[in-house]
């Protein structure tokens, strides 16, 4: 019999996690079927106690529910204890294993599919939500060096102080960044969503993209202010169009510039080891993404 899986959110019609998930089953050659189905706002629990009753093997969620989704497991990773929030769930007989792959998704994205090596690097994590508790831990263990940074500081702090036992981690407001450079800026704000930009330190204008065969050494390069150091990596986890952030970064003279498909290809292909026990090939479902 296929095994049935699902994502649910609301608004969920958008999502590619379908197309994704179809895409490993072919490649695996796994007899399963996925599909987006929306949950009311008040109808979270429902719905995936009906879906397991109905013998869905496992799920994913996405906005609003990964809060509601960590309250309802019955057992928690590691990693998604530390997140405080659960994006996969695995049903096995009367328990809900509750995981959060967003963090193992996003170190995948930018060590394997980008080769940038986190470990030593000096990493800016804007923001103090979900999605930046929910990567916090890898992002640690993967041996980045992180500074913490929202708009209201207190928030910044706390989740530092609540990880600080598994790395170098500090908060921060953006104000006090200015002097400071660092070698991967990653936006887990909302910020994409609204066409805005978190308030960065502004430097000088930069960029070698915008005069080809221009180049800036080291100390000139610190001189000009901003928060991208040389060779930085700059990385929105929003997909699918250019933000304003990576504008602004690739002003500021950010070496290199990533959205966050990869990273959701391969927050989906750790789910999906968890419910099958195998690992799909990500580099051709992101590249057939990108063409779409």
Not at 207 to 216: A, H, I, K, M, R
Request: contains cysteine; negative net charge.
């Amino acid at each position: 019999m296929t095994d049935r899986y699902a994502v649910i959110g609301n608004p969920i019609s958008h999502s590619k996690s379908p197309l994704i998930h179809a895409q490993f089953a072919r490649q695996t050659k796994q007899d399963l079927s996925y599909e987006a189905i929306p949950a009311p706002l008040d109808g979270f629990r429902d719905t995936v106690l009906v879906l397991r009753d109905e013998g869905c093997r496992g799920i994913n969620v996405t906005v609003p529910f990964k809060f509601e989704a960590f309250q309802l497991a019955t057992q928690l990773s590691v990693r998604a204890q530390a997140a405080q929030a659960v994006n996969t769930l695995k049903f096995d007989g009367t328990e809900i294993i509750g995981d959060n792959t967003d963090g193992a998704g996003l170190v995948a994205d930018i060590e394997h599919n980008l080769g940038f090596i986190l470990q030593g690097k000096r990493v800016l994590l804007m923001g103090a939500g979900g999605a930046a508790y929910g990567v916090a831990l890898p992002l640690l263990n993967a041996g980045a060096i992180i500074t913490v940074a929202n708009r209201t500081e207190d928030k910044a702090y706390q989740l530092a102080a609540l990880f600080s036992a598994h790395g170098a981690i500090h908060g921060s407001s953006y104000i006090a960044l200015t002097g400071s450079q660092f070698d991967c800026v990653i936006n887990a704000t909302s910020s994409s969503l609204a066409d805005s930009l978190p308030p960065l330190p502004r430097g000088e204008s930069v960029s070698p993209f915008s005069s080809p065969g221009s180049s800036f050494s080291i100390e000139e390069h610190a001189k000009r202010g901003g928060v991208f150091a040389p060779d930085a990596l700059a990385y929105d986890m929003m997909y699918g169009k250019e933000t304003p952030f990576l504008i602004f970064a690739k002003e500021q003279g950010a070496a290199r510039l990533a959205d966050g498909l990869g990273m959701l290809v391969e927050q989906a292909a750790e789910s999906f080891f968890l419910w099958r026990n195998i690992r799909p090939d990500t580099a051709p479902v992101i590249a057939k993404l990108r063409l779409i």
